[in-house]
């Protein structure tokens, strides 16, 4: 009897993990290793959540445990309303995993690659989409050649292609992009978000900040094992209350006025910069400072902080503190 897909709890979150824990036992050339310290997290449906950490932080294990290819030491995983440890077999049908290794068969073409997943889902012949999934990520014209006559890039579509062949309700890509070209980016993105417009919650992990800057409504940081920030985009880019106003003097400038020296500012070039927060300082009165100190204006703009300074004082800074 071919097993039936089953149906998403559409009120449970697309993942709600609870005092997660993986400690690593120590081996002869390692001592022991807590890669996840009790992580709470919710990730709700139909987002883009962005799931960023330095290296070793625990993203690849978390994402392993969903995935059944690590076990857990502690804690609960649900994925749709489908407990990891109790209903196994459900959790794992509501998941796709786009990991960041490309590892395949390289004797199969594309279309047995997919026919093959689907067969490891049980996906009845009459419902598989392998033609479609392969046109829509441009692999058509491939569909019979070897996957070791692919290039990198389109192994890595190949990817996303067999972790699609069951219509997960939920899709994780650890690192899609790495190491691959602006324009396979792009089109790669361009999918991603045309799956989300059609119900799919897409978990991302990326070195990539701008990427996840630019897709992701919510995100988290994992640090050391620990979740230290999960909020939306706009909250969390809201948390460095940091600007710099940047102007180009008329006047030829080498070093920052004597007259100005009481505020936080720098020279870049020959732009003089000045650093504030915009719920204590105003634009207007800092200008009026700066004509006030004998120079004239030619070109200003300002800066905001992006989500590359928020990853550094979350994580990078924190390590510097100990």
């Known amino acids: 009897m071919t097993p039936s897909h089953p149906k998403p709890d559409d ?6 993990i609870k005092g997660l824990k993986k400690t690593y036992k120590a081996s002869k050339k390692a001592p ?3 890669a996840l310290k009790g992580v709470d997290l919710v990730i709700p449906r139909g987002s883009i959540f962005g799931l960023l950490g330095p290296n070793g932080a625990g993203k690849s294990t978390m994402i392993n445990i969903l995935a059944g290819l690590v076990n857990k030491s502690g804690g609960s995983a649900a ?3 489908h407990d990891i440890d109790t209903d196994t077999r459900a959790a794992r049908a509501s998941i796709g995993i786009v990991p960041q290794e490309i590892a395949m068969d390289v004797f199969f073409t594309p279309y047995q690659a997919l026919e093959l997943q689907a067969g490891y889902y049980g996906v009845p012949k009459s419902e598989r989409r392998s033609e479609d999934i392969l046109a829509a990520l ?5 569909r019979d050649a070897y996957v070791r006559q692919l290039s990198g890039g389109m192994k890595r579509r190949l990817l996303i292609a067999k972790a699609l062949v069951h219509n997960p309700p939920v899709l994780i890509l650890d690192e899609p ?3 691959v070209d602006i324009e396979l980016r792009r089109q790669l993105w361009e999918y991603v978000q045309e799956l989300h417009r059609n119900g799919t919650t897409i978990i991302l992990t990326t070195h990539y900040l701008e990427e996840a800057e630019a897709l992701c409504d919510q995100i ?3 640090h050391q094992g620990e979740i230290v920030a999960n909020e939306s985009k706009v909250d969390m880019l809201a948390r460095l209350d940091k600007r710099i106003l940047k102007i180009t003097p008329t006047e030829s400038l080498s070093a920052v006025p004597e007259a100005l020296s009481d505020l936080n500012a720098t020279m870049d070039g020959e732009q003089l910069c000045i650093s504030y927060r915009s719920g204590t ?6 200008l009026n ?3 006030a100190a004998g120079l004239s204006i030619s070109d200003l703009r300002t800066e905001e902080p992006d989500l590359e300074d928020v990853f550094m004082a979350l994580t990078y800074a924190s390590d510097a503190a100990e």
């Open 289 to 291: 400072r700066v004509k």
């Open 281 to 286: 300082d105003s634009i207007s009165g800092l």
């Open 11 to 16: 009120l449970s979150p697309a993942i709600e």
């Open 220 to 222: 988290a940081i994992i």
């Open 32 to 34: 022991a290793k807590t």
């Open 177 to 179: 992009t790495a190491g």
């Open 138 to 142: 441009g692999l058509a014209d491939k």
């Open 79 to 81: 994925i749709c309303g």
